[in-house]
């Protein structure tokens, strides 16, 4: 119903900022609820952020919380993802996520609640 394509991430220094996009088609943006998700090697699939259909509500894991911020410009079908000072547990690789949803609670947080999958887009943070 929708396609999803991350973009931005690649080998980083510990301490630099990094962006990252999730571009939308072939769906209607504004129907969906979109978030970020991570896996790091060896590790389970994990939330990082969820963003509200209009984008005035956002929801933060507490690992990222008050360092990440998620936006989205649905004139322009994309959500982002971006912080100032990004970290060695950082690395992971991202994955772009949405779902269609009348409402906004916790369950956002889950990865089951989402049936729409980008393929992903790996950060490396060098220390």
């Known amino acids: 119903q929708v396609n999803l394509l991350e973009s931005g991430g690649g080998l980083v220094q510990a301490g630099d900022s990094l962006r990252l996009s999730c571009a939308a088609s072939?769906?209607?943006?504004?129907?969906?609820?979109m978030a970020w998700f991570r896996q790091a090697p060896g590790k389970e699939r994990e939330f990082v952020a969820a963003v509200s259909r209009r984008g005035g509500t956002t929801y933060y894991a507490d690992s990222v919380k008050g360092r990440f911020i998620i936006s989205r410009d649905n004139a322009q079908n994309t959500m982002f993802l971006q912080t100032n000072k990004v970290l060695p547990g950082d690395t992971a690789d991202y994955f772009c996520?949405?779902?269609?949803?009348?409402?906004?609670?916790?369950?956002?947080?889950?990865?089951?609640?989402?049936?729409?999958w980008g393929q992903g887009t790996q950060v490396t943070v060098s220390s």
């Open positions: 072939g769906g209607t943006f504004t129907l969906y609820l």
């Open positions: 996520a949405a779902q269609q949803t009348s409402t906004y609670d916790t369950s956002m947080a889950q990865a089951s609640q989402y049936p729409y």
